[in-house]
């Protein structure tokens, strides 16, 4: 069956960057984007980014641009998202998911445990 | 990008039909999608591309859309049902996607 397998919690300190990542397995890891979402404590649903697994290209949202990357490695079906210049606003709990039919812009089908990322001095 | 707007919340009888509505702009190519978030996991997908169901979702959910308002029913609650209900659009201008600010479903 198909499984995203996340990283476990980090604690940071503000100004500092983390990394998530995201094992995947049961299904054909290129034919499917990567999406990344982030929910903070109490929060709803916030959408960060996606990494097309087949080429690498990658799009994100507004609010991360210049402070995420994402990335994969295709020998171990593992996606990497790395947020940098963290402050408090940016404790959450961190979701990768995967799309559920190989086009853009379909739903998110199959998500990861989720990491939580806790930013305190 | 854009706001996506959702009534904060729907409280319905059991056996009774729940109705979320998702504001934003639908259509033009643009898709919606809908997931049910119970406290302290995962969301989940329950209606993707506007109307279709992913395997293992019963047919209690449904989701249609029409101008700019896409909606998600559920048929016959449960209190299984309870949970916070988000709508996601995925903006085919710009291949990104924003999600609605969700609706806690009560079920009396």
């Known amino acids: 069956q198909v499984q995203l397998l996340q990283s476990g919690g980090e604690v940071k300190k503000p100004g500092a960057s983390v990394t998530v990542s995201c094992k995947t397995s049961?299904?054909?890891?290129?034919?499917?984007?990567i999406n990344w979402v982030r929910q903070a404590p109490g929060q709803g649903l916030e959408w960060m980014g996606w990494i097309s697994i087949y080429n690498g290209h990658t799009n994100y949202a507004q609010n991360f641009r210049g402070r995420v990357t994402m990335t994969t490695d295709t020998s171990t079906s593992t996606v990497y998202m790395e947020l940098r210049s963290l402050s408090s606003a940016d404790t959450a709990i961190y979701y990768c998911a995967k799309e559920i039919r190989a086009v853009s812009g379909t739903g998110f089908d199959s998500w990861g445990q989720g990491t939580l990322v806790t930013v305190s001095s | 990008s854009y706001a996506v707007t959702q009534p904060p919340s729907v409280s319905e009888a059991p056996g009774q039909t729940a109705t979320i509505t998702c504001a934003a702009e639908i259509g033009g190519g643009n898709r919606v999608h809908w997931y049910q978030q119970k406290p302290g996991q995962a969301p989940v997908l329950v209606v993707f591309d506007g109307t279709l169901r992913p395997s293992g979702i019963p047919d209690r959910f449904s989701g249609s859309d029409s101008g700019n308002t896409a909606t998600l029913t559920i048929s016959r609650v449960e209190a299984g049902d309870e949970a916070v209900y988000y709508c996601?659009?995925?903006?085919?201008?710009?291949?990104?996607?924003?999600f609605g600010t969700g609706t806690e479903v009560t079920v009396l």
């Open positions: 996601q659009v995925w903006d085919r201008d710009t291949d990104t996607f924003v």
């Open positions: 049961g299904y054909t890891f290129s034919n499917h984007d």
